[in-house]
């Protein structure tokens, strides 16, 4: 199983940009991919997920500016982030797995990771 992140940038505070995830050698509508992001000197920390069901969901810090949606024919996770602040700036990573309906938001629970994508947002 391999997972390919792109999309990452900079942009201006407020702005919006799109992160894809290619999944390959795991069809995704079956299994739970998410977005955990790393802060310099910071733990991971969960961002969104979508599971087997298509259902999603969000950190706290990110609900109502971050959308997680999946193409099944492309095999691809996307996280598309709105009025973005200075404090979203990470590496947003993906990875999948298979966690209970509660250890969605461990990033243990999770088999396989893409390489991560930088984003920085600048005030």
């Known amino acids: 199983v391999q997972l390919q992140a792109s999309g990452g940038g900079l942009v201006q505070a407020g702005g919006s940009l799109r992160l894809s995830c290619v999944v390959s050698?795991?069809?995704?509508?079956?299994?739970?991919v998410a977005w955990f992001r790393q802060a310099p000197q910071k733990e991971r920390e969960f961002a969104a997920a979508?599971?087997?069901?298509?259902?999603?969901y969000y950190a706290d810090s990110v609900t109502g500016r971050f959308v997680i949606s999946r193409d099944n024919a492309k095999n691809t996770v996307y996280l598309e982030m709105n009025s973005l602040k200075p404090e979203d700036t990470a590496v947003y990573y993906c990875?999948?797995?298979?966690?209970?309906?509660?250890?969605?938001?461990?990033?243990?629970?999770?088999?396989?990771w893409g390489q991560g994508t930088q984003v920085t947002v600048s005030s």
């Open positions: 990875a999948t797995g298979n966690p209970i309906l509660s250890a969605t938001r461990d990033s243990s629970i999770y088999s396989y």
């Open positions: 050698g795991r069809t995704i509508s079956q299994y739970t």
């Open positions: 979508i599971r087997k069901g298509g259902f999603t």
